[in-house]
């Protein structure tokens, strides 16, 4: 199993420009989700998946956006990227959701840098 | 609404000392409780988890937390650290029955060899 991947590693973008990180994962996981880690603030949560065709905001969703049309893979789109928006960004899966002690298993980031 | 403090934001021992770093979640109702490690460079790995049972929990690489429901603190703790032991680490709190994760800020560790 490869577990959880993320591409690219490393982004740098201009204030404007879109582009998609893509998570993808290989254990059949019904639950996936997307943080962004800032310093001093932790991880916090952006969106997040119970399943195909589910989505739903998490704490800090404004400005990115995401669709679930395949249980492997749960892109994370900026349509317009801002400076505010440089981060790292984590994508994470597991098994249901979280209630029962189900870890999440995260993948290795992605370093987006916006101009 | 659900939160996690952190207090501890930067903490430096020598090998060979004992380590506690607090974790507290304001949330009246049940709740599952992790504590995540991320090592210079590497992503973030589970180190123990709690969900029920028994209250002090034991995870990878000697490190063990206890559940206090009393005071809503879940404190990770690990009698003797290695210089290796140093790496970021992470207090994360998920109200039963829903599907948000909310992290703590988080601790670096530095462990002086």
């Known amino acids: 199993n490869a577990g959880v991947t993320q591409t690219p590693k490393f982004q740098v973008l201009k204030t404007g420009q879109s582009m998609t990180l893509q998570c993808a994962q290989d254990?059949?996981?019904?639950?996936m989700s997307w943080y962004r880690q800032d310093p001093g603030m932790g991880l916090r949560l952006i969106h997040y998946?119970?399943?195909?065709?589910?989505?739903d905001q998490g704490e800090v969703p404004n400005g990115y956006n995401v669709s679930r049309s395949t249980t492997e893979d749960f892109p994370l789109r900026l349509l317009s990227a801002a400076p505010s928006q440089t981060s790292v960004y984590f994508c994470?899966?597991?098994?249901?959701?979280?209630?029962?002690?189900?870890?999440?298993?995260f993948g290795p980031g992605t370093r987006l840098t916006v101009l | 609404a659900q939160s996690v403090s952190q207090h501890n934001h930067h903490v430096i021992l020598s090998e060979a000392a004992s380590l506690e770093l607090g974790c507290n979640y304001s949330?009246?109702?049940?709740?599952?409780l992790f504590w995540y490690v991320q090592y210079p460079g590497q992503h973030l790995q589970l180190l123990l988890k709690y969900f029920s049972g028994d209250p002090l929990v034991k995870g990878i690489k000697g490190f063990e937390a206890e559940f206090i429901k009393s005071k809503f603190s879940f404190n990770l703790r690990k009698p003797s650290v290695q210089w290796s032991d140093t790496a970021e680490y992470f207090c994360?709190?998920?109200?039963?029955?829903?599907?948000?994760?909310?992290f703590g800020t988080g601790t670096r560790l530095k462990v002086l060899a």
């Open positions: 254990m059949n996981h019904e639950y």
């Open positions: 994360a709190v998920n109200a039963a029955g829903t599907y948000k994760y909310i």
């Open positions: 949330y009246g109702g049940t709740v599952n």
């Open positions: 994470a899966s597991s098994y249901s959701r979280p209630t029962g002690g189900n870890e999440q298993f």
């Open positions: 998946s119970v399943g195909a065709g589910i989505t």
